[in-house]
């Protein structure tokens, strides 16, 4: 047992420098700062309450944005029958080879086998069937926060694992243009949030053909640059036109009387924003969180000085109790089993925005001491006003994060209209690299091929007539956003 | 499709009386108002906005007390290895007639088969062998929302599906008393939730041996009263003693240095808790919500006489603003297809617990009429000091809901200690008739076998020595509590 806790102790010193190996940086981040861990299922991670409390932060933050635009949640089942994945051709030719099949329930074996929702047009769309009747019953504004498994080969924590949270929206329009406003609608939601919230600037455009979902009309997408110079797609938002409208009957009687199929849009973010998160702002320190998403937004670190149960902890104690009536989120660690110092790392490490340090010489000069996450300063605050000063710089803190990636994306982001000089920027980890486009299947496979690189997504209003396909030399539909990605 | 829309219509009539078949009424509320509907998969249910909204309001008063008392949430995977669901012997006895199984995943088949979680204890307990090491790191208070499967034989909505929603507390202790602590702590949180949040009033107690929770120690239930006089569990709170910890070796470093098992406790409610409201408050009118769970708790009813649009709308939606910004869930239906009349009925047989009704002359009169759901009271209130009011309002019917229920229940508890006026009463559906109990599990099955009447729970703090056993004669350890239940 002495072992045991030895080996947790060591585990401390564990996490892989991020300038040495940033993709093991990462898998000992995660785990070390205890946001998820490994099951002994293969691919599927457990989400420990640390990284479960910023889920929760990022559901609340997208709920009360679907439910301001005039969305509701509902819950439709974990299963579809077989005959109905195969209903829509090119849905179920996506989705196929990634299936969980359940065979046996109890002791019987099914007569039809179920799939576990790899996504769920499927089953949403035959109960839209069902309840949609009339131009009346639309718009239809659906959102589901759910589990999904997809069978993945290999598997990453949050950013690719067998089973994820999400939320799916799926809707239902009157016409084709109630739906593309829809799909976009929530795009610049996604956009909205992830600079918020996440502050995470992206990248929104719309996805080549051979990119989109299995079944839409038209993908769109945000994708955010990692600290390595990799794309990460963090939410798509589709305009699935009449496709599974038809598939799966889901007709109303219209205006005119006559019966017409309703436009579709699905749209999700998963558990894979974390990762995100993680990517875009953790440093060799650790973890750093955004303020609006931070578990604990302040730790309080009490310095244990003299008699300090009696003199530090009551104040500490007053202050945690001003600071969380003013709606903000504070850990006071009062643990005895650690020295300051240990805590300083720790919650460093676990990327807590702003540190709050008081001991005895403080109470006397009637201050704290203030150290920042994301700049490392050290400012003393007078302990009146102290909730106010506190609230100011988490705003500051939060606005400095996303202004930080930013000017680091915008680093990371060249323009070329040459296939020589394309090639070459992308032996390294380059970014985002814009270049002009055909806009056929041809070219970005054999762009994808020569470099890794793939078409992230193209700008919204793309307007053809610029310089000629890097590949290919014809002329351009868009200039596209190539990166190397997750 | 007119025909598709005629029979959308006959469907609103088409509730079966309470007082006829208690059983189809509930089905065809639950159909009719919205809340649930069946899905393409047996025995699998669809949560519809309405319904779902519910679920989110219980979520959240849950959630809140969870936290309170210093629980934090985490997600733990949908699948359990066969091998590690095969730990516990008791457990998988219990259980594995209803698990269902994933034998294939994309296109090869699994080496093992991966049961889908019919409760969490073995994956949970499996993490927290992991995660556990020194009794520093105890108590470990994590709960989990997630969607759990049981293959159910019977099923009905909300009551038992195949798939349903729940939460489920696991903790891990260092001592038998702090779990058997929690176990009551948390069965007398959810007493205290049905009561104050539910308005349904539940008998805490103990559950027999042969009704606890297979692996447990011993396990605490509380147990409603439907309108037909048959009981409902409505959530479950286990001892779990140290048979997972055994099983799944989640062993501590106690503080003299000894190896030691943990003390465990798992605790649930689901989704059945809103058949649980419907089946307490339901009338032939249709449903009844309690306003602390009510998705809306006002439904206001513009009066289109003359130009409404122009001079009633407009003062409607000022009212509707004022309430929201008091904390007041309102709809305000504004529907030009639908006449007053029929909007009173709909949000009637939707369980709205108050109406607000205006038109031109309560513009006149500086009044609205207010009508209540429970009393089917209708008050004029004046426009001054309105949202106050309605708020009262809400309170008083919140308490009036919850004191008949109360009613309902203690007129519908009966006592005796004689095996003939036992087996007389339950011929009808008394609700809970409580009778002494030899403690044998023979006993108990016979008087089942006799009067289908089943023990929902014991007093906890049960003295034996009471009146001799109704069944055999012999010395009680309880008065237990009977009832023919769900």
């Given at each position: 047992m002495a072992e045991k806790d030895q080996n947790k102790e060591q585990f401390i010193t564990e996490i892989t420098p991020k300038s040495e190996d940033f993709s093991r940086w990462y898998t000992d981040l995660v785990r070390r700062a205890e946001l998820a861990d490994y099951s002994p299922i293969k691919g599927c991670m457990v989400i420990r309450p640390y990284g479960y409390a910023i889920w929760e932060l990022i559901q609340r933050g997208l709920d009360d944005r679907f439910k301001a635009t005039g969305h509701v949640n509902a819950y439709f089942p974990l299963f579809i029958p077989r005959s109905l994945l195969l209903k829509e051709a090119e849905h179920v030719e996506g989705f196929a080879p990634q299936v969980a099949w359940v065979t046996k329930g109890g002791t019987e074996e099914l007569e039809e086998p179920l799939a576990i929702?790899?996504?769920?047009e499927v089953i949403i769309g035959t109960m839209y069937a069902k309840w949609i009747k009339s131009w009346r019953d639309l718009p239809v504004l659906i959102n589901q926060w759910a589990n999904i498994v997809r069978w993945e080969k290999v598997t990453r924590l949050f950013?690719?694992?067998t089973e994820f949270l999400w939320q799916e929206g799926h809707t239902a329009h009157e016409t084709a243009d109630e739906a593309e406003e829809e799909t976009r609608k929530i795009l610049a939601l996604y956009k909205e949030f992830a600079e918020t919230e996440l502050a995470m600037p992206v990248v929104a455009g719309r996805k080549s053909e051979s990119e989109k979902?299995?079944?839409?009309a038209r993908t769109y997408s945000i994708e955010a640059l990692m600290g390595d110079g990799r794309a990460l797609q963090a939410g798509t938002s589709h305009n699935l036109g009449q496709n599974f409208a038809i598939a799966f009957d889901i007709q109303f009687q219209a205006r005119d009387k006559s019966l017409q199929y309703v436009h579709g849009t699905s749209w999700g973010v998963s558990t894979r924003l974390i990762g995100g998160v993680i990517m875009t702002h953790g440093d060799e320190t650790g973890l750093m969180l955004p303020p609006r998403i931070a578990p604990y937004q302040v730790v309080l670190v009490p310095i244990p000085r003299g008699n300090w149960r009696e003199t530090v902890l009551p104040r500490a104690q007053q202050i945690r109790d001003a600071l969380v009536a003013q709606g903000v989120r504070v850990m006071l660690d009062d643990r005895d089993a650690y020295t300051p110092g240990w805590k300083f790392s720790e919650w460093e490490l676990r990327g807590v925005p702003l540190r709050l340090e008081i001991g005895p010489k403080d109470i006397e000069k009637q201050q704290v001491m203030l150290a920042r996450r994301d700049t490392r300063e050290k400012i003393p605050a007078p302990m009146d006003g102290l909730a106010g000063r506190v609230k100011d710089l988490l705003e500051a803190i939060q606005q400095n994060m996303f202004d930080r990636a930013l000017a680091f994306q915008k680093e990371h982001t060249s323009a070329t209209t040459s296939w020589e000089e394309f090639a070459q920027i992308m032996e390294g980890r380059p970014g985002f690299v814009v270049s002009p486009w055909c806009g056929t299947e041809a070219c970005e496979a054999d762009i994808k091929t020569a470099?890794?690189?793939?078409?992230?997504n193209l700008p919204i209003d793309a307007q053809p007539g610029g310089a000629p396909c890097i590949k290919c030399g014809k002329p351009s539909v868009a200039d596209a956003w190539f990166a190397k990605a997750y």
């Open positions: 929702r790899p996504t769920s950013l690719r694992t979902f299995a079944g839409a470099t890794q690189a793939t078409i992230r």
